[in-house]
């Protein structure tokens, strides 16, 4: 069973336009973290949530953490073409001591 | 430079030697992940260890794969007598250990394991 489950799996957009991707989980959080792997190259973290409801913005993208710290989004506006590669989540499950990735959702942006 | 520290990033190795993948964290971290990634895929969880204690291995397989963090040096992850299904990017992650930090891993730039 997956805890993390991210969707949509694949994203292929134009440029300039607006996207969000989620992350579900049945399970509460004490944190999530998103982090954006490119093509080659390890995971980067791009923010942590902490609080439920909590809104986080990085340039043009927008991270929340559901109010029950369940669930959590990324919305990336006017997508350029250096967004291309693969978000995860991440997070550390109440009942294990490890952090564990959703499956993620890997984004395409067309020129 | 101050980053998770992986080394070889690529390794080339028969049916039946042994690969051995190393991993130096981040200055003042005392945790370490172990995750492997096939083409295409997301991260899955291998083992997850403290210096000189394994935490959690429930990802490892059972045989031919070890890890470990010594009190000196770097965490090691060794594949004895390796298949061609060993064949993957091994990625390492670092945390500090305490607190909610704790969750926030930073990640070397992976070994990408070939075995021919």
């Known amino acids: 069973t997956q805890l993390l489950e991210q969707s949509p799996q694949f994203l292929s957009i134009q440029e300039g336009e607006n996207l969000t991707v989620y992350c579900n989980s049945s399970s509460v959080f004490s944190s999530l973290q998103w982090y954006r792997q490119e093509p080659g190259e390890g995971p980067v973290l791009l923010v942590t949530v902490v609080t439920g409801g909590e809104v986080k913005k990085l340039k043009r993208l927008t991270f929340q953490f559901g109010d029950a710290r369940k669930d959590s989004s990324l919305h990336i506006t006017a997508a350029q073409t250096g967004d291309t590669g693969l978000y995860l989540c991440?997070?550390?499950?109440?009942?294990?001591?490890?952090?564990?990735f959703g499956s993620g959702t890997r984004l395409s942006i067309r020129p | 430079n101050a980053g998770v520290m992986q080394n070889p990033r690529h390794l080339v190795r028969r049916r039946g030697q042994e690969a051995r993948l190393r991993c130096s964290p981040m200055?003042?971290?005392?945790?370490v992940y172990w995750y492997r990634q096939l083409p295409e895929e997301g991260l899955k969880f291998m083992v997850y260890l403290q210096k000189e204690n394994i935490i959690d291995e429930s990802g490892m397989p059972k045989e031919r794969f070890s890890a470990e963090f010594p009190k000196e040096g770097p965490s090691i992850l060794r594949i004895q007598q390796v298949v061609r299904g060993d064949s993957a990017a091994y990625f390492c992650a670092s945390s500090p250990g305490e607190g909610t930090a704790n969750t926030e891993a930073f990640f070397g730039q992976g070994t990408r394991l070939t075995v021919v």
């Open positions: 200055k003042g971290h005392s945790h």
């Open positions: 991440a997070g550390e499950h109440s009942s294990a001591s490890k952090i564990i």
